[in-house]
C-alpha cells in the first residue's frame, strides 16, 4: 500500500521528531489489535534504538561491571525482559518493607525515643542494596539483548515502563529514609516524588523528538540511583535522626550563603534553620530543575514551541495536585501512599504512552482521559462536597482502578507488539509460532 492511498483511506501524515514524514492511522483495531494503528505494525519493526550516558561512573566503572556479569554469569537461555523483571521486583520487595514499617511515611515514627528510632537499620540496608541491584540488572538487560541480538521495541518499552514504576518506589523509599512527614513536610515530598518523575517525562519528550536518548554527566539513573543508594545507607548508620538536624545549615549556609541572600528569601528560611533533609530536597530540586529547563528549551527553539503541549499532562497532574493539597492540607497526610500510588500510575501511564508512541512514529495525545477523575476530585473538593470518608474512598477506588487499567493495557499492548515482532516477551529460545501452526 502506498503512502498516497494511506491518506485517502483515512490515515494522515505526521512529521516526527527527525523530520520524517510518518503515517498516522486514526483506525484503531487494525488486523484484530485495540491498541495497534497500521502505521505502529509498520514502524516497530524498523524502529532502532538510540541512546547515550554520558555519565563517567557508568561509562567507567558501571558499564564494564553489566559487561563482566552479562558475558560471564548471564545465561544465554534467559530472556532480557527476565532480567529486568527481576530488578523491578527486588525495588518491589524493597517498597514492601519499608512500607510495612512506614505506612504512613515518616508519621508512621511514634516510638518512644527519637524520630525514628523504632525502624530497624536493617530495613534501610536492605533498601540500599536492592538499589544498587536493581541499577546493574538495569544495565545488564540491554547489554544482553544485544549480545543474544534480541534486541527489540518490546525489550525498550518493557525497560522504560519498569524504569517508569519503580520512580516512586525509589522516591518513596527515599522520602522515609530522610525522615520526611505528609503532614509536616508536604511540600519537600511533593518535590521528592514529583520532581524525579518529570525529570523521566521530559527526558522521554525529548527522545520522542529527537530519536535520540542523550542522558548528561550526572543523572538520575546513575547518579540518582547511587545517591538514593547512599542516603538509605547513611539513615541505616545514623538513623532519620541525622536527616532532621540543622547542622549542615548552622555550619555552611548560615555563615557563608545567607548574609549575601536577599531578604525575600531570607525570610522564607524557617526561625530555627533549615534541616539536612531540607537541604539535601532543595539542591535535587535546583539540579533536575536546570536539566528540565535545558531540554525544553533546547526541543523547543528546534522543532518549535508548539510541542511544549505534549507536557500538559504532566504539568495538570502536577498542577491539580498543588491545588487539591492548597485546598485540603490534610488530604496527602490522611492518604500518603494511596496519593503517592495514584501520582505513579498516572505518570507511569502518560510516559509509557509516549514512548510507544515514539517507536510507533504515532502522534502523542496530550488529551489523557485518566486524568479525568482527577478534574473532578479537585472540582468536588473545592465545593467541599464529599466528607472526608468520601475523599479517601474516591481516592483508594481511582488509585485501585488507574493500576487494574494499567495492568491489562501492559498486558495487551506487550501481546500485540509481539505478535507484530514474531517474538516472545520472556522467551529467547522457542520460535514463535506462524499462522498454520498457531491455526493448528
Not at 535520540?212 to 547518579?223: K, S
Request: aromatic share 12%; proline share 5%; charged share 15%.
Amino acid at each position: 500500500m502506498t503512502a498516497s492511498s494511506k491518506v485517502q483511506n483515512g490515515a494522515k501524515p505526521h512529521q516526527n521528531g527527525n523530520g520524517v514524514d510518518c503515517e498516522i492511522s486514526d483506525q484503531r483495531g487494525y488486523r484484530g489489535y485495540y491498541y495497534m494503528t497500521e502505521s505502529a505494525a509498520d514502524a516497530l519493526p524498523k524502529f532502532k534504538y538510540s541512546g547515550e550516558d554520558c555519565s563517567l561512573i557508568y561509562k567507567h566503572i558501571l558499564s564494564p561491571l553489566a559487561n563482566y556479569l552479562v558475558h560471564n554469569w548471564t545465561p544465554k537461555t534467559i530472556a532480557p525482559n527476565t532480567i529486568t523483571i527481576v530488578a523491578l521486583l527486588h525495588m518491589v520487595a524493597s517498597y514492601g518493607l519499608v512500607w510495612f514499617y512506614c505506612p504512613k511515611l515518616a508519621d508512621s515514627l511514634t516510638g518512644d525515643g527519637e524520630e525514628g528510632t523504632n525502624v530497624p537499620g536493617f530495613v534501610f540496608l536492605f533498601s540500599c542494596v536492592t538499589m544498587l541491584i536493581y541499577q546493574t540488572l538495569d544495565n545488564m538487560d540491554g547489554k544482553h539483548a544485544v549480545r543474544m541480538k534480541a534486541a527489540s521495541p518490546l525489550g525498550l518499552l518493557f525497560d522504560h515502563g519498569c524504569d517508569a514504576v519503580n520512580s516512586v518506589f525509589g522516591s518513596a523509599n527515599g522520602v522515609c529514609a530522610l525522615g520526611l512527614s505528609a503532614s509536616r513536610d508536604p511540600v519537600a515530598v511533593f518535590v521528592s516524588v514529583i520532581f524525579p518523575m518529570a525529570t523521566f517525562y521530559v527526558a522521554t519528550w525529548e527522545e520522542y523528538h529527537t530519536g535520540h536518548l542523550l542522558l548528561p554527566i550526572i543523572n538520575g539513573p546513575t547518579e540518582g540511583l547511587i545517591i538514593g543508594a547512599m542516603v538509605s545507607l547513611s539513615t541505616c548508620l545514623y538513623g532519620q535522626a541525622f536527616w532532621l538536624q540543622t547542622n549542615w545549615y548552622e555550619q555552611a549556609i548560615e555563615p557563608i550563603l545567607v548574609p549575601y541572600l536577599p531578604s525575600f528569601v531570607t525570610t522564607i528560611i524557617p526561625e530555627q534553620g533549615l534541616r539536612n533533609a531540607d537541604l539535601f530536597t532543595i539542591i535535587c530540586a535546583i539540579s533536575v530543575s536546570q536539566e528540565m529547563v535545558i531540554k525544553t528549551v533546547s526541543v523547543g527553539r528546534k522543532y518549535g514551541f508548539r510541542q511544549l503541549f505534549a507536557l500538559l499532562p504532566l504539568l495538570f497532574l502536577s498542577g491539580v495536585s498543588i491545588w487539591i493539597g492548597h485546598m485540603d492540607p490534610d488530604i496527602f497526610a490522611r492518604n500518603p501512599r494511596v496519593v503517592l500510588h495514584l501520582w505513579s500510575a498516572l505518570f507511569v501511564e502518560m510516559v509509557t504512552q509516549l514512548m510507544f508512541d515514539h517507536m510507533a512514529k504515532d502522534k502523542f495525545n496530550s488529551f489523557r482521559l485518566v486524568l479525568i477523575p482527577l478534574a473532578i476530585f479537585a472540582v468536588m473538593v473545592h465545593e467541599n462536597t464529599l466528607s472526608y470518608q468520601q475523599e479517601n474512598e474516591y481516592l483508594l477506588i481511582y488509585s485501585t482502578t488507574m493500576w487494574v487499567f494499567l495492568i491489562f493495557k501492559f498486558r495487551i499492548i506487550t501481546h500485540e507488539i509481539c505478535h507484530v515482532l514474531k517474538i516472545h516477551c520472556f522467551d529467547i529460545v522457542t520460535p514463535f509460532p506462524s499462522g498454520k501452526e498457531k491455526s493448528s
